[in-house]
């Protein structure tokens, strides 16, 4: 059927993002350690790339022009500092973030792409109401800055808790760019009852 026929047979697909960081304002993220440089809020508001090459304290940059000291897209700076087998000691780093009730289906963790530095080994909790365990994921030997691992569906959860127990590079601190997962659901066509459609035509007819 022709795009200028006079009946049209439309196909329609709808993908709700229910968990929009800037709709939700329900979202509340905090941590066991915190960089002077860190924006928390900056882990789950779906950006995934830090905006520069940060220098810190920590002997493994250099005053060449490509670093910078702050500012932009961070995410969670931590404290501590891994060892010479790039682990840490307890109390482990941890990135908690909070928010209302629903479903998570995925896991996201998300290292500094600037610096080439991720978690290796960590755990991600989840946790509904009164504070019950819902689910434990446990990655060892993780060898990317961005890691994602699709789940079975867990409901009514409030809670998700990053814990990082070794990292990518020796004498450094934590750094993630986001670990927060929005949820999405998908409508197929038999499923959508009304919507109301907007026809974008060429921009010389004042569409």
């Not at 010479?84 to 963790?109: G, W």
């Not at 109401?129 to 060892?140: A, E, G, I, P, R």
Request: glycine content about 8%.
């Amino acid at each position: 059927m022709g795009y200028n026929a006079s009946v049209r047979d439309i196909k329609c697909k709808v993908v709700v993002d229910f968990t929009s960081p800037f709709l939700d304002e329900s979202i509340t993220v905090t941590s066991t350690e915190a960089n002077r440089i860190a924006t928390l809020q900056q882990t789950a508001d779906s950006v995934t790339s830090m905006s520069a090459k940060y220098l810190l304290l920590d002997g493994l940059g250099t005053l060449d022009g490509t670093w910078c000291l702050g500012g932009g897209q961070v995410g969670w700076f931590g404290t501590s500092v891994s060892d010479a087998s790039a682990e840490f000691d307890t109390p482990y780093p941890a990135l908690t973030i909070t928010h209302t009730s629903r479903p998570i289906q995925s896991i996201k963790v998300v290292g500094d792409d600037k610096r080439n530095e991720y978690p290796v080994d960590f755990t991600v909790k989840l946790y509904g109401l009164s504070n019950t365990l819902l689910y434990t994921k446990t990655v060892t030997d993780n060898d990317g800055v961005a890691y994602s691992s699709d789940i079975e569906p867990v409901t009514g959860v409030i809670k998700q808790v990053l814990t990082i127990t070794k990292w990518s590079t020796v004498g450094t601190c934590v750094k993630i760019a986001e670990f927060y997962t929005s949820i999405q659901e998908t409508f197929e066509r038999d499923d959508i009852f009304q919507i109301n459609l907007l026809e974008e035509r060429e921009a010389s007819e004042g569409s």
